[in-house]
């Protein structure tokens, strides 16, 4: 980590200690590519992105540590060159300079792709972090390698946390090789009929990495060793019917959805912006739930367990769907965010969410309202 006479750290850490004694708040942020994700944006802009680079990679080892404000793309392409990459594809979106998600951005939304269901989510790839407190204090948590994780795993707690709790400072990851073969099949398939076959996938011995069904077409990405991903996109076709798409264009269409640039996506901004009451929601189920009761368009990941709703619908009428299948819905683009953008907390977890937004950030300057409204 820098030390505290770095100019960058030693500016942030200036203006949280400022910031504390005139209980002025802050927004921390990046290149802000992910502004419009949680609540309103509230404070003076905390800007980390000074505070870049790659402080320690060792390939062998499968670890890197980089600091908030890095680039995920400029992360990837280091990595990319030893052939490793983030396992858990997070999105890289396209509000910010160059659509460049920052390191610190990612940990503390913690978005996942689509490759989430097989490989983890970001908070499985989290083995330590460095985090500015609302005292100005720098504290370090877990370590370089998943046996140094003791006790309460607060670099774990700080993914999806919004900023809410200090300004995240540094990260180290877990990082994996790259697959040396993949493949991409689309079936012709209902929601129901898609849902129960990607299941049954799921508990055979293929290699999936990924899964999207959106419009009636099944979309199953194959990742790992060549000759087991040839295996199963022979066998999937025959019996199934799977057409095998072109390298190229099965690219684009991951980097698409990873990214959220591709035309399901393009057409839901479109609809929240028209001002006509639709929003986006990202609905967290168990994957072998039914299909939902919701009018608007829809796009399923993650073998069913994500399920994004482009709908009209009120906030309480997609949260009670989700409810009813086991699972929560988070409004994930909306003008409208009276009814907040997260579930509401039952009593014993709100509980534990403002201690430990106290015991972080006592004077509560940090990004007040983007995790719940009155955080």
């Known amino acids: 980590m820098a030390s505290p006479q770095h100019p960058a750290l030693a500016a942030l850490i200036d203006r949280v ?20 994700y949680g609540g ?19 390939p062998t080892e499968l670890v890197v540590t980089a600091r908030a404000g890095t680039p995920i793309v400029e992360l990837e392409a280091a990595l990319a060159e030893r052939g490793q990459h983030l396992p858990f594809e997070p999105p890289r979106f396209a509000g910010g300079p160059g659509g460049r998600g920052t390191v610190g951005g990612m940990v503390a939304t913690g978005l996942s792709g689509p490759a989430r269901a097989s490989a983890g989510a970001v908070r499985d790839h989290v083995l330590g972090a460095t985090l500015l407190n609302g005292r100005g204090q720098v504290l370090s948590f877990g370590g370089q390698v998943i046996k140094n994780v003791a006790g309460y795993d607060v670099s774990r707690l700080l993914c999806g946390s919004m900023g809410v709790l200090g300004v995240i400072l540094e990260v180290s990851l877990k990082v994996l090789p790259v697959a040396p073969a993949t493949a991409t099949l689309r079936f012709e398939i209902d929601e129901a009929a898609a849902l129960e076959r990607i299941n049954r996938w799921g508990g055979q011995p293929l290699p999936i990495g990924a899964s999207a069904w959106w419009a009636g077409m099944l979309v199953v990405r194959l990742r790992g060793a060549r000759a087991a991903v040839e295996a199963a996109a022979v066998s999937l076709s025959a019996r199934f019917g799977g057409e095998r798409i072109d390298d190229a264009l099965a690219e684009g269409f991951w980097r698409g959805l990873r990214d959220h640039d591709d035309e399901f996506f393009v057409k839901a901004r479109a609809a929240v912006a028209s001002n006509s009451g639709a929003a986006l929601w990202r609905l967290s189920l168990p994957a072998t739930a039914a299909p939902l009761a919701l009018h608007g368009e829809q796009m399923i990941e993650w073998g069913g367990a994500q399920r994004w709703w482009c709908t009209a619908q009120s906030a309480a009428s997609v949260r009670e769907a989700a409810q009813q299948l086991g699972g929560h819905a988070t409004l994930f683009h909306g003008a409208d965010k009276s009814q907040g953008v997260f579930t509401p907390l039952a009593a014993p977890l709100d509980r534990i969410h403002r201690e430990l937004k106290r015991e972080f950030d006592p004077a509560g300057i940090f990004n007040r309202g983007r995790l719940y409204p009155d955080l």
Do not use: M, N, W
Not at 21 to 31: I, K
Not at 40 to 58: C, M
């Open 17 to 36: 200690r400022t910031a504390q004694e005139r209980a002025t708040p802050l927004a921390v942020a990046g290149h802000g590519s992910k502004c419009f």
């Open 40 to 58: 309103p944006v509230v404070g003076e802009p905390l800007d980390t992105t000074a505070l870049a680079g790659i402080s320690s990679y060792e």
